[in-house]
């Protein structure tokens, strides 16, 4: 069996996708994050991803570095219209944040980072589901980019994997029943 059909199979099983996932599955690119995203860019995706993870009793996303993962994930598997869209989102949420608040993202507190960013999530939302009911394709929007990237660079971290999910290296013994006791902590 192939990586590609693996994939594409497991992604069935699982019932979901990650936008890029095709461009992941026919291999990376010899590109840099640099060469595409500026620090700036990588510090805001950081700003973003800690806002959606922030640190509580647990590290949040700007220490798993999830700013770097997402400018290289975004580099090397993206294609050039949705890295475009995905780099776009910066002026974007800018752009939203200067009209609610007259200041950029980086510029407003974490409360009102926070605010900002729930009301552009329900915006991707309706987007999504709009562009999901028309007949021709469209690009997904920046924020669901941004979001997807946050997640899949957190809880891939060693950081989110081994102190915010339950960490269990494999191989290891096969256990088929486990108690579940209640407030515990997903595995991974």
Request: glycine content about 8%; aromatic content about 12%; charged content about 25%.
């Amino acid at each position: 069996m192939q990586r590609r059909e693996l994939i594409k199979m497991i992604t069935v099983l699982t019932g979901g996708s990650v936008i890029g996932a095709d461009l992941f599955l026919t291999g990376c690119k010899n590109n840099t994050a640099s060469d595409f995203f500026t620090k700036d860019d990588i510090a805001f995706f950081d700003e973003v991803a800690e806002t959606i993870i922030p640190k509580t009793n647990t590290p949040g996303a700007k220490e798993a570095a999830t700013g770097s993962f997402m400018a290289l994930y975004a580099t090397d598997c993206y294609d050039e219209p949705t890295r475009k869209v995905f780099k776009d989102g910066i002026a974007g949420l800018n752009s939203a944040t200067e009209k609610m608040y007259h200041k950029r993202f980086m510029e407003i507190n974490a409360a009102q980072q926070k605010d900002m960013l729930t009301a552009i999530d329900r915006e991707a939302k309706l987007y999504d589901k709009q562009s999901n009911g028309s007949k021709e394709q469209k690009p997904p929007h920046y924020f669901t980019l941004m979001k997807q990237l946050t997640l899949l660079g957190f809880f891939s971290s060693k950081s989110g994997a081994t102190q915010v999910l339950r960490y269990n290296p494999v191989p290891g013994k096969y256990e088929g029943c486990i108690d579940y006791k209640k407030g515990e902590t997903s595995w991974y």
